[in-house]
């Protein structure tokens, strides 16, 4: 199998429920948070972003909650499809010249 | 993303061997970077560069060099391969623009040591 995706934390959902994928980041300074998703085989693809000025921004079906208090980040997919089953990272960006900082990922599995 | 390509797809290679992983990209973005991904531990930072002439080195450089050949090639290269750089590598493009960092990832090099 593929091996990205052994050892990291596992969601599974019924097909038609909504997903929420967590993570929490560790620089107070970071102003900008992208999510990624993984296919099988495939590099990572950006999905939807938020600044720290913001507390939520939504895309299609998709939604991105930021909680700055307590350095967290969800990710909530509506409506789940079997097209959905990937693994996700969380991303962080203090802008300018800083690297960008991800997550382990969390493996979303959409049972049919 | 077709507009970030990675050659080759997959390479079996031996202990000690110097091998080369190539990137081209067509988005025209100055910000390239290497990446492994390991099981459980996410993406890592090999190198980076934010222009031709620009090289930085990432988190876990020990054991990699790269060349950035032109705005849209960046190579990544094992001088002498160890079973412990198998892993797959991802190359990835990106443009500060006004909303932050987004980064554009090639399919990725799947890298077999033995």
């Known amino acids: 199998g593929e091996s990205v995706g052994l050892h990291l934390p596992t969601l599974s959902v019924q097909e038609g429920d909504n997903s929420i994928i967590n993570c929490a980041y560790s620089n107070s300074a970071s102003d900008y948070f992208i999510w990624y998703k993984q296919e099988s085989g495939k590099g990572p693809q950006f999905i939807i972003d938020?600044?720290?000025?913001?507390d939520k921004r939504q895309g299609q079906r998709v939604t991105v909650l930021l909680n700055k208090t307590v350095k967290h980040l969800s990710l909530q997919i509506a409506a789940t499809q079997p097209g959905d089953s990937a693994v996700y990272f969380c991303?962080?960006?203090?802008?300018?010249?800083?690297?960008?900082?991800f997550g382990i990922g969390t493996k979303l599995q959409v049972i049919p | 993303d077709a507009d970030v390509t990675q050659t080759p797809r997959n390479r079996i290679t031996k202990t000690g061997k110097r091998i080369m992983l190539e990137c081209s990209q067509t988005?025209?973005?100055?910000?390239m970077y290497w990446y492994r991904q390991d099981p459980g531990l996410g993406l890592r930072l090999i190198y980076y560069?934010?222009?031709?002439?620009?090289?930085n080195k990432g988190e876990i450089s020990d054991g990699y060099s790269v060349s950035r050949q032109a705005q849209a090639k960046f190579s990544l290269s094992l001088e002498s391969a160890i079973p412990n750089q198998t892993a797959l590598y991802f190359c990835?493009?990106?443009?500060?623009?006004?909303?932050?960092?987004?980064?554009?990832f090639g399919p990725g090099t799947r890298l077999l040591v033995l």
């Open positions: 990835a493009t990106s443009d500060l623009g006004t909303g932050g960092e987004t980064q554009y």
């Open positions: 560069s934010f222009d031709v002439k620009d090289i």
């Open positions: 991303a962080e960006n203090s802008g300018g010249y800083q690297k960008v900082t």
């Open positions: 988005k025209g973005h100055d910000r």
């Open positions: 938020i600044r720290s000025n913001m």
